[in-house]
T-cell receptor
Framework: ETGVTQTPRHLVMGMTNKKSLKCEQH?????MYWYKQSAKKPLELMFV???????ENNSVPSRFSPECPNSSHLFLHLHTLQPEDSALYLC???????????????FGHGTRLTVT | LAKTTQPISMDSYEGQEVNITCSHN???????ITWYQQFPSQGPRFIIQ???TKVTNEVASLFIPADRKSSTLSLPRVSLSDTAVYYC?????????????FGTGTSLTVIP
């Protein structure tokens, strides 16, 4: 148990489907992140939320739509995806130190997405 | 954003000390250096973080020279379970900071 829970662990969807990935953190953190990791590639940052406000959108296509209703929950809504979107989608969170800086990233186990 | 450069891959025998160096020539004054470990199909895990000189914890040491243009992660007496990808991140830890961009990482293989 990492403190960051992602569901589902595996997802297979067709290109015309709509699905959502869910992330929940139990660490009291105030920042949450979505990353995409394709096979044998580094992590690509997708979105950053600080205190529920989106602060980074790393040129992600509109078929990926994030939602952060509160500091503990983060969703990634998916629609009309392409086969090349198949990847491991990782959620992370970070908190704030007593000095006001950010703590290291804490990752979930990820959702393995396959688009057929 | 400080760019980092690491070796693509490294091999080591069990029981040896492994040193992985990361170059970050344009590191900024407010930037910290953080290392993560990632096993296949899992999220990265925090290993160690530092600003200057040397930091040591129960799993690794981090050496940072005075000019801070590079850093070296040292793993003592590696075992097969240390086979993983190791990422070096450099960035500002402030509330509006940017230490969440990952580079290519170093794939470490520990050989029996």
């Amino acid at each position: 148990e990492t403190g960051v829970t992602q569901t589902p662990r595996h997802l297979v969807m067709g290109m015309t489907n709509k699905k959502s990935l869910k992330c929940e953190q139990h660490l009291g953190h105030n920042a949450m992140y979505w990353y995409k990791q394709s096979a044998k590639k580094p992590l690509e940052l997708m979105f950053v939320y600080n205190f529920k406000e989106q602060t980074e959108n790393n040129s992600v296509p509109s078929r990926f739509s994030p939602e952060c209703p509160n500091s503990s929950h983060l969703f990634l809504h998916l629609h009309t995806l392409q086969p090349e979107d198949s990847a491991l989608y990782l959620c992370a969170s970070s908190g704030t130190t007593m000095r006001g800086g950010k703590t290291p990233l804490h990752f979930g186990h990820g959702t393995r997405l396959t688009v057929t | 954003l400080a760019k980092t450069t690491q070796p693509i891959s490294m091999d080591s025998y069990e029981g040896q000390e492994v040193n992985i160096t990361c170059s970050h020539n344009n590191i900024a004054t407010n930037d910290y250096i953080t290392w993560y470990q990632q096993f296949p199909s899992q999220g990265p895990r925090f290993i160690i973080q530092g600003y200057k000189t040397k930091v040591t914890n129960e799993v690794a040491s981090l050496f940072i020279p005075a000019d801070r243009k590079s850093s070296t992660l040292s793993l003592p007496r590696v075992s097969l379970s240390d086979t993983a990808v190791y990422y070096c991140l450099v960035g500002d830890l402030g509330v509006g900071g940017n230490q969440f961009y990952f580079g290519t990482g170093t794939s470490l293989t520990v050989i029996p």
